[in-house]
């Protein structure tokens, strides 16, 4: 399937199941930062599952291409189906992926996407090159972005074991101090998750570090 088809098919499914009434409340709950079709997350998941089927999925070269054109669009549905897409091809990762990734985080910017962004693309993507690690913090945390910040943060969030804890010493250490409650609030959540694997490493920080009120109290939910 051409990249033109690809995207034609996806867009005639998406809107041929919207629904009003719930995209002006999904738009609502976004602070009216994009539209939607209406679309809630299973029957979205449904819609696409042909388009994601190993054996139709474009070549790799060109879902980055396909990637970009759908980040463009205003509905959000496109967002979330492309980060779906993109992780299609995890086990794929090239070097460059990284800027593709970058990409994605910093525009149509919120959450529910740079979370997926960070823990499931550059997560898996610092795994496979962890000599980017401290090229690409570096850059973030000296960017003016909360949202490359946040992903800083939470690449690292499912490593467990992997976790590498100077590192994130350091990122945390560079944001303290910030007024942002999506900093504040991944600094918690990325340290409350690490306390399943490491609790003891995880009260030892909190108390040697001034953390704001709400990333103790997320960092330590799971201890006390």
Wanted: net charge positive; proline share 2%; aromatic share 16%.
């Amino acid at each position: 399937m051409v990249k033109s088809d690809f995207m034609d098919a996806l867009e005639y499914e998406f809107r041929a199941s919207s629904n009003l009434r719930l995209a002006l409340k999904q738009k609502a709950y976004v602070r009216n930062q994009f539209e939607f079709y209406g679309l809630k997350t299973t029957e979205r998941r449904e819609i696409q599952k042909p388009f994601l089927i190993k054996d139709f999925l474009p070549e790799k070269n060109e879902s980055i291409a396909i990637i970009k054109l759908l980040w463009e669009k205003p509905q959000r549905e496109y967002h979330h189906f492309s980060q779906e897409l993109a992780f299609k091809y995890v086990n794929q990762l090239e070097k460059t992926d990284i800027v593709l990734f970058e990409y994605m985080v910093t525009h149509k910017s919120w959450w529910d996407t740079v979370d997926f962004i960070a823990n499931k693309l550059m997560g898996a993507y610092f795994k496979k090159y962890p000599e980017q690690r401290k090229v690409y913090i570096e850059k973030w945390l000296k960017s003016t972005n909360i949202w490359l910040h946040r992903s800083a943060l939470l690449f690292q969030l499912k490593y467990k074991n992997d976790l590498d804890k100077e590192l994130l010493s350091h990122i945390i250490n560079s944001l303290l101090g910030s007024k942002e409650f999506f900093i504040n609030k991944a600094i918690g959540w990325l340290l409350r998750e690490y306390s399943r694997t490491n609790p003891e490493w995880v009260i030892e920080y909190v108390e040697k570090t001034e953390l704001s009120t709400l990333s103790k109290r997320e960092a330590l939910r799971l201890i006390y």
